[in-house]
């Protein structure tokens, strides 16, 4: 109950097109629902993040969409551009913990 | 400008030997956490601190140890008993509850020779 399911592994994408990751979570408790982005060689950045009282939050190319029915949550990222070919993890968190629970991660390659 | 330091980049270790990897902050976060991550594995959580003088195990402790004896700093030990060691290990903090999201170190890359 304690994990977050990502997919795919791997996505491969076109200059220009969308990607999209998906997660899925069965602990109803979860309540925070972020996305980092890593750099190879780097540390985890904070992307955007979600709460489950919204189905959406948009920043600039990065959409998360939310269903909370279905216990599952996705990144798009909009014209995906070269400078996004990254690592994205998402993860999730319940309320009055600091612990993230991080799915395993999806690597982003945007041919140019 | 406010972030965490982690030292070594890059660091050897011998078999049977104890390595120390460093992770400072000046963010003024309570809360700081260990991470290692092995390819296709994701973030694995090995120890984290609420609060100075206190830590608890992750997911993956055994062959670990911590001290957080000030809160801006919090070392983790790789010890001889940790078998497979070779892996990229990531530190973090954040403020109280993890509702600002935590904020990552460079990471060190441990390799065992």
């Known amino acids: 109950q304690q994990q977050v399911k990502q997919s795919p592994q791997s996505l491969i994408v076109q200059k220009g097109g969308i990607s999209i990751i998906n997660c899925a979570y069965e602990n109803t408790a979860f309540d925070y629902f972020p996305w980092y982005q890593q750099f190879p060689g780097k540390g985890p950045a904070l992307l955007i993040a979600i709460r489950p009282d919204v189905s959406e939050k948009k920043e600039g190319r990065f959409t998360i969409s939310f269903n909370k029915s279905a216990k599952q949550f996705s990144l798009h990222i909009m014209d995906s551009q070269p400078g996004d070919s990254a690592t994205y993890f998402c993860a999730a968190s319940m309320g009055g913990s600091e612990k993230l629970v991080f799915g395993k991660g999806t690597k982003l390659t945007v041919n140019p | 400008d406010g972030g965490i330091t982690q030292s070594p980049k890059y660091l050897f270790r011998k078999e049977g030997q104890n390595v120390t990897l460093s992770c400072e902050q000046n963010?003024?976060?309570?809360?700081m956490y260990w991470y290692r991550q092995d390819p296709g594995q994701g973030l694995r959580l090995i120890y984290y601190?609420?609060?100075?003088?206190?830590?608890q195990k992750g997911d993956i402790a055994e062959g670990y140890s911590v001290s957080r004896e000030k809160k801006e700093s919090f070392p983790l030990t790789v010890t001889s008993a940790q078998k497979n060691p070779t892996a990229f290990y990531l530190c973090a903090s954040s403020l109280d509850r993890g509702r600002g999201g935590y904020t990552f170190g460079s990471g060190t890359r441990l390799t065992v020779v």
């Open positions: 963010l003024n976060h309570d809360a």
């Open positions: 601190s609420q609060i100075v003088n206190d830590f």
